[in-house]
């Protein structure tokens, strides 16, 4: 990926809950999201999981998705496409890389 100037990069890390198999091996979870702050699109996105199928998954799930107007959309995507014991805490990781790339712009 060529990163160009109006590309920014945003992080946002949340604890999986602690008694699901998850959180024995993993215990945070991190949304790393590449934003075009021209477009406010996520021009790339990866996630800390250990399997890459995972990652791969929930990456495809907010690619290409304006956050103009909050992170509503790629939530409710993720709240019906990813069932696993963690889903919250990749909500949330969401929700605070979008936080911090809201409060910088």
Known sequence: MVTKKNHVLTAGF???????????????????????KSTDMIVD??????????????????RGKCIKNGVEEIIQEVETKLLIPGQRAV???IITA????HDMK
């Not at 604890?15 to 999201?33: D, M, N, R, S």
Request: hydrophobic letters at 45%.
């Open 14 to 36: 949340a604890q999986f809950p602690k008694g699901t198999p998850i959180y024995e091996t993993q215990k945070v979870i991190g949304a790393i999201l590449i934003i075009d």
């Open 45 to 62: 996105a990866s996630f800390t999981f250990i399997l890459k199928m995972t990652n791969e998954f929930i990456s495809s799930l907010v």
């Open 91 to 93: 909500i949330q990781s």
């Open 98 to 101: 979008y936080e911090r790339y």
